[in-house]
């Protein structure tokens, strides 16, 4: 079965510098990954994906994703951090074949000013 | 509607007690899940419904939990005999068609309180 996880339940940087949240999965065969970012009292929402292609992938708000096969990682990141951007980020993986979506435990990102 | 909506917002119950929980997809969309997040936790696959075909249970923790999609639009997530360790948000979900590669769009949840 296929699973995901989120080394760091907590990140914290400063306005403007640069952003990485930390994902590794495990699945077998092709993963379909994807992160969604939960804000205060909110639905989860999408933020980016990776099916197949380029393994840089560009999402909502100014995210990217890399994916890297051989490190099982799909690591966020952001080149410049907002205090908005403070929120519950969620790293997500199935398989291919497979209904069933798994999870990260969320890693909590603080941005301060 | 505009997104995936759910209701109620806020349950409390009393341990024993049968509980509804209902969601309306966003329309067209042929696929919804149910998830169940604890607190500090990750989401739960519970159930997949895809279109007219037989839904996927296999993340139902028992068989207190039951689900049902009627006319393929609406949602109801039955949990019988609460116990206190159901207390969770129950969250849905619904995409726009089969593709697993397909991105969900998610309600704002149900918060269901055992007591």
């Known amino acids: 079965a296929q699973s995901v996880a989120q080394p760091e339940d907590q990140v914290n940087v400063a306005e403007g510098n640069p952003l990485t949240v930390k994902c590794t999965y495990s699945?077998?065969?092709?993963?379909?990954l994807f992160w969604y970012v939960q804000y205060p009292n909110r639905g989860l929402q999408f933020l980016l994906k990776?099916?197949?292609?380029?393994?840089l992938v560009k999402g909502s708000y100014g995210f990217e994703a890399e994916f890297n096969k051989s490190q099982t990682s799909f690591h966020l990141k952001k080149p410049s951090a907002l205090v908005s951007d403070s929120a519950l980020y969620f790293c997500?993986?199935?398989?291919?074949?497979?209904?069933?979506?798994?999870f990260g435990a969320g890693t909590r990102l603080t941005v301060k000013p | 509607g505009a997104g995936v909506s759910q209701s109620p917002s806020n349950k409390v119950t009393e341990k024993g007690k049968d509980v509804e929980l209902r969601c309306d997809p966003i329309?067209?969309?042929?696929?919804l899940y149910w998830y169940r997040q604890s607190l500090g936790q990750g989401l739960e696959f519970l159930i997949y419904?895809?279109?007219?075909?037989?839904?996927?249970k296999s993340g139902l923790p028992s068989d207190r939990f039951s689900a049902e999609r009627t006319g393929g639009s609406v949602s109801t997530l039955t949990i019988q005999r609460t116990q206190q360790e159901d207390s969770a948000v129950y969250l849905c979900?619904?995409?726009?068609?089969?593709?697993?590669?397909?991105?969900?769009?998610f309600g704002p949840g149900t918060r269901l309180t055992v007591l």
């Open positions: 979900a619904s995409s726009l068609s089969q593709g697993l590669y397909n991105e969900q769009f």
């Open positions: 699945v077998s065969g092709n993963p379909y």
């Open positions: 990776y099916i197949t292609g380029d393994n």
């Open positions: 997500a993986v199935r398989a291919y074949n497979n209904n069933d979506m798994r």
């Open positions: 329309s067209g969309h042929t696929a």
């Open positions: 419904f895809q279109g007219n075909s037989a839904p996927d």
